[in-house]
């Protein structure tokens, strides 16, 4: 069964870290491009970093640049977000999606909460 999965969510204070990750099974996810997205109450889905298939090309949303990074561990079949000086506009809930660069969207995870009290 091809899915992914999204772990590492929680409840942080203002300038904590949090590292999240997306693990897949079924399929290669090294062969894709993975992309984190996130949707905070009453916005818009927006997406938030991406990593091709190698790890060579990275792509950040303004806001994130410099505080998130993206990374992945292809033995683990696995890709991280360390989201760090998190702040309570980067309240939402957070997924991760497979697929073809720039916008991997083939398979979807289901969503981890990630929630920043100031």
């Known amino acids: 069964q091809v899915q992914l999965a999204e772990s590492g969510g929680g409840l942080v204070q203002a300038g904590g870290s949090l590292r999240l990750s997306c693990t897949a099974s079924?399929?290669?996810?090294?062969?894709?491009?993975v992309g984190w997205f996130r949707q905070a109450p009453g916005k818009e889905h927006e997406p938030v970093a991406l990593?091709?298939?190698?790890?060579?090309?990275?792509g950040y949303e303004d806001s994130v640049k410099g505080r998130f990074i993206v990374s992945r561990d292809n033995d683990k079949n696995t890709v991280y977000l360390q989201m760090n000086n998190l702040k309570s506009e980067d309240t939402a809930v957070y997924y991760c999606?497979?697929?073809?660069?720039?916008?991997?969207?083939?398979?979807w995870g289901q969503g981890t909460q990630v929630t920043v009290s100031s």
């Open positions: 990593i091709d298939s190698s790890g060579q090309k990275i």
């Open positions: 999606a497979a697929g073809t660069w720039p916008l991997p969207n083939d398979y």
């Open positions: 079924g399929f290669d996810l090294d062969e894709k491009a």
